[in-house]
């Protein structure tokens, strides 16, 4: 049985109904979000940023990441290749 992914907080109950709508594509995502989308922790998406892994902006107090959570994997899958 397949068991359907409720949005943790606003910006992603925003992000699921834009998309639910037609919304446009996505270009930024906070560190939480992105590390959810790609599976990995926190601590490891803030080493990739140090690492110059992905890139990543400051905007006010928060940090948006800019690089797509699939381009991403596909650059690892590349790697592996």
Known sequence: ?????????????????????????????????????????????YELIAGKRIASVKFGGARIITTHPADFLASLADEAA
């Not at 068991?3 to 560190?31: D, L, M, T, Y």
């Open 1 to 45: 049985m397949h068991e359907r992914h409720e949005p943790r907080n606003r910006a992603e109950r925003r992000a699921a109904a834009s998309a639910a709508r037609g919304g446009s594509q996505k270009f930024g995502w906070r560190v939480g979000e992105w590390s959810r989308a790609v599976g990995c922790s926190r601590s490891s998406t």
